[in-house]
């Protein structure tokens, strides 16, 4: 089953607790609760709930991320469901969570400090949602101050340091004419060596199937696939400009 038929529910907030699990009570009563109609048993509960977690982490701070400039565009509204592919049979769940999250952007840090105990910090994971965000920031054609700050407020309370920020916004805005060595956050000076070594460490984190295994829901991995297309690309261009075999 699409972890979007799982987003709403008093079982999915009842056992996610804190604010995302209020914020489902109380959209609760006016959608359907597919996680209490008849499905197969979950193998394994907590990584479904964190799984879940993540999901409508995605929706608020999405939300309110679109919120931060004060207005919130259909172009931010679209960047979203293109980016994590909501189905039209879930689209208006989902939007009922968007709904009530994008009314302001005040209380996004509570939302963003329960979704980092779900994971290390500066997990893979949640360097995923971060630049998705970073997506829907971009959206309208200008990153406006406030939501850079709300990028930078998240990325800290993820775990990030103002370094690695610097290098998921590199790997994220990967483009033709993107410094190479910036996506892989490494230097003209840096050795061979090193260089090949963080590229392959680099491959690891950003597996899809690594991903997945962390808590990453399978109907995100497309962002996955990105950073992943963006890492081989700048490798590429430092290989052949080092002649490196």
Do not use: C
Request: overall charge negative; charged content about 25%; cysteine-free.
């Amino acid at each position: 089953m699409s972890i979007w038929g799982k987003v709403i529910g008093g079982a999915a907030g009842l056992a996610l607790g804190g604010p995302i699990g209020a914020l489902l009570g109380a959209v609760a009563g006016h959608a359907v609760d597919r996680m209490t109609t008849s499905q197969p048993d979950v193998p394994d509960e907590e990584a479904s709930t964190h799984k879940v977690a993540f999901t409508i982490g995605v929706i608020v701070l999405s939300a309110k991320m679109a919120k931060a400039d004060g207005v919130v565009t259909h172009d931010e509204v679209r960047a979203f469901r293109e980016a994590f592919h909501v189905p039209e049979s879930e689209a208006g769940n989902v939007a009922k969570v968007w709904n009530q999250a994008r009314r302001d952007v005040s209380g996004f840090e509570t939302y963003a400090r329960q979704i980092a105990r779900l994971f290390s910090a500066g997990s893979p994971v949640l360097g995923e949602l971060l630049v998705s965000l970073l997506h829907i920031a971009k959206a309208d054609g200008i990153v406006h101050e406030n939501e850079l700050a709300y990028l930078k407020r998240i990325a800290e309370i993820f775990g990030f340091d103002p370094d690695a920020f610097q290098k998921l916004l590199a790997m994220h805005d990967a483009a033709p004419d993107e410094d190479p060595y910036q996506v892989l956050g490494v230097t003209t000076r840096t050795s061979d060596d090193e260089i090949k070594a963080t590229y392959r460490r680099l491959i690891r984190e950003h597996h899809p199937d690594r991903l997945v295994a962390q808590g990453l829901p399978e109907e995100f991995v497309r962002q996955a696939n990105d950073r992943m297309a963006a890492i081989n690309a700048a490798y590429d261009r430092i290989t052949r400009s080092r002649s490196l075999a």
